[in-house]
């Protein structure tokens, strides 16, 4: 079955980071998962990027907040189904109070998706944003990255709001047949 074997694309997750780097974040709030496992380490190693685990994503989300009304430009990194459990954040601090940042996580249960029991983030992740009216894209070419991450931080700074990139299997994976 395709995915059964895949590796990390280490070549993309380095598109991404570098695509992170342009758009000048400089704070990172994560909840760790196996998918962006690989951007992970490159954000962590970075001395530039102030760097704090949570323990979930509406925790992440909430740290992210403050770090905005800190004057930092954060990045929530984080597993697609975090939407539903970080959606009072989402919608009190992010919608309600203006406050801004930037969320990248994987996007399972979409197109090409292979594993059956993603079905359920299928239903979060994409209709929640679209119902909060939270902007957000899905990186379906690694080389368009860095204009998509760069545009969503463009996003946040100017209508202070979250916004979220979606990185898809085939962008965080390698392809094996």
């Known amino acids: 079955m395709r995915g059964s074997t895949s590796r990390h694309n280490v070549k993309n997750?380095?598109?991404?980071?570098?695509?992170?780097?342009?758009?000048?974040?400089?704070?990172?709030?994560?909840?760790?998962?196996?998918?962006?496992k690989e951007i992970l380490k490159l954000l962590l190693e970075d001395r530039d990027i102030e760097s704090v685990g949570a323990t979930g994503e509406a925790e992440a989300m909430a740290i992210a907040a403050g770090a905005s009304l800190a004057g930092k430009r954060p990045l929530v990194l984080?597993?697609?189904s975090g939407y539903s459990s970080g959606t009072h954040v989402l919608s009190r601090l992010g919608l309600m109070h203006h406050i801004g940042w930037l969320m990248m996580s994987s996007h399972a249960g979409g197109i090409g998706e292979v594993a059956y029991y993603h079905w359920d983030i299928r239903l979060v992740g994409e209709p929640l944003l679209s119902?909060?009216?939270?902007?957000?894209?899905?990186?379906?070419?690694?080389?368009?990255?860095?204009?998509?991450?760069?545009?969503?931080?463009?996003?946040?700074?100017?209508q202070k709001v979250p916004v979220a990139v979606l990185l898809p299997h085939h962008i965080l994976w390698e392809e094996s047949i």
Not at 136 to 155: G, K, N, S
């Open 78 to 80: 984080m597993e697609g």
């Open 131 to 158: 119902a909060l009216r939270i902007p957000y894209c899905v990186v379906q070419r690694v080389e368009d990255a860095e204009t998509l991450v760069r545009e969503a931080q463009y996003t946040v700074e100017g």
């Open 13 to 36: 997750a380095m598109s991404i980071y570098h695509a992170i780097k342009k758009a000048e974040i400089n704070f990172l709030s994560y909840v760790p998962e196996t998918w962006t």
